[in-house]
C-alpha cells in the first residue's frame, strides 16, 4: 500500500473508533467538571458575597472584591502569609539538604543498608494529627522527653510551643521530621538510576567524589530534585493538621498559616465569603512561589 492511502484509513479508523472515545472520554471530562471546575466556580461566586453562616442561612448580597480588600488588609492574613513562607521555605531546604545527605549515605544492597532504609521512612507512614500529637508531648516544657533529654547534656531546653520563635521552630521540626524520607526515597531512587560508568570514568580522570556529585550527579538529578521541591512545597502550605495538633496557630498569631486562617475563617467564624476569597489569595500565593521555583531552574540551566 502506498503512502497516500495511509491518510484515508487514519480517517476510516478514527471514524470508527469514534464513538467508543465520546463513549469512555465524556464520563470522564464530566467527572473532572463537577469533582474540580465546579468547586472553583462556586468558590469564585462566595468570594463575591456576604455570607456568614452564623448570621444567615443564605447570602446577603454581592459585594464584589470587598471580601479580597478584607482579607489583605487584615493583619493576620499578613502575618500567616509570612509565616508560611518562613515554614515552608526553611523546611524545604533542610528536607532537600538532609534527604540528598541520607540518600548517599544510605547507598546500597547490603542487609545494613535495607534496614537503615526501612528505618528512616517510617515517619512517612505516621499521619501527620499522630505526628502532631507525638511530637505536642515531646516539645512539652514541663514533662517532655526533649527537654529531658537535654538536661542530661546540661542544657536547659526552651519552651518550644509557648515561645513564639520557638514554636516556629518546632513547626519546621515536625515538617522536616515527617517529610525528610519522601525525600530521601526520591533522590535514592533517582541515584539508582545514574550509571556507574559516569564516575568509574570520571575517577579515571581524577575527580574527586565532590566533583563527580557537583558535575554528574546534580545535573542529572535536577529535574528529579525540581519536582521533588515543587511537591514539598505545595505539601508543607497545605499543611493544616500537624499545626492544628501541635499549636493551634499560636501562641497568639506565632504559627497562624494560610491554611490554618482559611480553616478558622470558614470552620470557626463560619464567614463563608471572606474564606473563600483567603483561598484564592492563597492559590494565587501559591502559583506564584512555584513560578519563582521555575524560574530559578531556569536560570540555573542556563548559567550551567
Do not use: C
Not at 489583605?72 to 532537600?96: K, P
Not at 537503615?116 to 505516621?126: G, S
Not at 518550644?160 to 516556629?168: F, I, P, Q, S, T
Not at 536560570?299 to 550551567?304: E, G, S, Y
Amino acid at each position: 500500500m502506498t503512502n497516500a492511502h495511509w491518510p484515508v484509513r487514519r480517517r476510516r479508523r478514527f471514524g470508527h473508533d469514534w464513538p467508543w472515545m465520546v463513549a469512555f472520554v465524556v464520563p470522564a471530562l464530566l467527572i473532572v467538571v463537577v469533582v474540580q471546575f465546579y468547586p472553583l466556580l462556586f468558590s469564585a461566586y462566595l468570594a463575591t458575597q456576604d455570607w456568614t453562616l452564623t448570621s444567615s442561612q443564605t447570602s446577603e448580597g454581592f459585594i464584589g472584591a470587598e471580601n479580597f480588600a478584607k482579607v489583605l488588609r487584615n493583619d493576620v492574613f499578613q502575618r500567616a502569609v509570612r509565616n508560611s513562607t518562613v515554614i515552608t521555605g526553611s523546611a524545604v531546604i533542610i528536607e532537600m539538604l538532609l534527604g540528598t545527605a541520607l540518600a548517599y549515605l544510605a547507598v546500597g544492597s547490603s542487609r545494613l543498608m535495607r534496614g537503615v532504609r526501612t528505618i528512616l521512612i517510617l515517619p512517612l507512614v505516621i499521619a501527620p494529627v499522630a505526628a502532631g500529637t507525638l511530637w505536642r508531648m515531646m516539645l512539652n516544657s514541663q514533662m517532655g522527653l526533649t527537654n529531658y533529654l537535654l538536661s542530661f547534656l546540661g542544657i536547659q531546653g526552651p519552651d518550644w510551643l509557648g515561645n513564639a520563635d520557638w514554636a516556629v521552630v518546632s513547626v519546621i521540626i515536625v515538617d522536616v521530621w515527617m517529610a525528610t524520607p519522601f525525600v530521601f526515597l526520591v533522590i535514592s531512587a533517582g541515584l539508582t538510576g545514574i550509571p556507574l560508568e559516569l564516575h568509574e570514568s570520571a575517577a579515571i580522570d581524577g575527580a574527586t567524589r565532590w566533583q563527580s556529585f557537583l558535575r554528574i550527579d546534580i545535573p542529572l538529578l535536577a529535574p528529579l530534585m525540581l519536582l521533588t521541591i515543587m511537591f514539598r512545597m505545595l505539601e508543607s502550605l497545605l499543611s493544616l493538621d500537624s499545626i492544628y495538633t501541635l499549636t493551634l496557630g499560636g501562641p497568639g498569631y506565632a504559627t497562624f498559616t494560610m491554611t490554618y486562617y482559611i480553616y478558622t475563617l470558614g470552620l470557626r467564624s463560619f464567614n463563608l465569603g471572606l474564606a473563600a476569597a483567603a483561598s484564592w489569595l492563597f492559590m494565587a500565593f501559591a502559583t506564584v512561589a512555584l513560578a519563582v521555583v521555575f524560574w530559578l531552574q531556569r536560570r540555573w540551566q542556563t548559567a550551567q
